[in-house]
């Protein structure tokens, strides 16, 4: 018997659908092997436990519009798509912490279930602060980039747009209980991030 082998279902529990705090850990344009289509594959890596490292998967059409699944992803990440155009570096976008709604669908021919990322949410100052407690748990240092809600915005039920800042991840004390935390201003990074340079050398991989 060899030394490797290929993950099996049994490697992976199933993941109950819900919303999970994520890192956005990838982009890509990609052809499906059936339809030939083109479409944008969003692989995104858990950091909420139990489920910390699992990875979840969202496919979006190209189209970037306002009501396009594309353009409300891009949106919630922080981007401003009125004034996307072919130097932004999707790329840039990689690393930004967010909330992902993952559902279970059927397809109704083959019976065969998959899961997907069908909806971004951006953080809100408690996600904030469980997110800090959770990388300071896996001794992750440095800013975080996360897509956070405009404390202007009304309360609405739909995703909200937000614009990206970097915050500080700040030592949590071990006997802090997770439920505990309670929301409170978070001190902002001096260098707020910066959209892309019209002069970057990466084209978008975004149609317009």
Do not use: C
């Amino acid at each position: 018997m060899g030394l490797f082998r290929k993950p099996t279902k049994e490697d992976f529990p199933e993941l109950p659908d819900n919303l999970y705090v994520a890192r956005l850990a990838k982009i890509a344009n990609k052809v499906g092997k059936e339809s030939g289509k083109p479409y944008t594959s969003w692989g995104f890596e858990l950091v909420q436990p139990p489920y910390v490292k699992r990875w979840v998967w969202g496919n979006t059409q190209p189209t970037v519009s306002p009501k396009s699944q594309t353009g409300k992803f891009l949106t919630v990440l922080g981007v401003d798509i009125a004034a996307l155009d072919d130097s932004f570096n999707e790329q840039s976008l990689i690393g930004k912490y967010v909330k992902v709604l993952v559902e279970t669908k059927e397809n109704e021919d083959t019976g065969d279930k998959f899961q997907n990322v069908t909806k971004l949410m951006a953080l809100t100052d408690a996600d904030v602060q469980l997110l800090q407690i959770w990388l300071t748990q896996a001794n992750v240092t440095g800013t975080i980039k996360a897509a956070v809600q405009s404390p202007t915005a009304a309360p609405q039920p739909q995703v909200l747009a937000a614009a990206p800042v970097s915050l500080p991840v700040a030592p949590v004390a071990p006997a802090a209980p997770v439920l505990a935390a309670q929301p409170a201003p978070l001190p902002v990074a001096p260098q707020p991030v910066a959209a892309a340079s019209p002069a970057a050398a990466k084209k978008s991989g975004f149609p317009f």
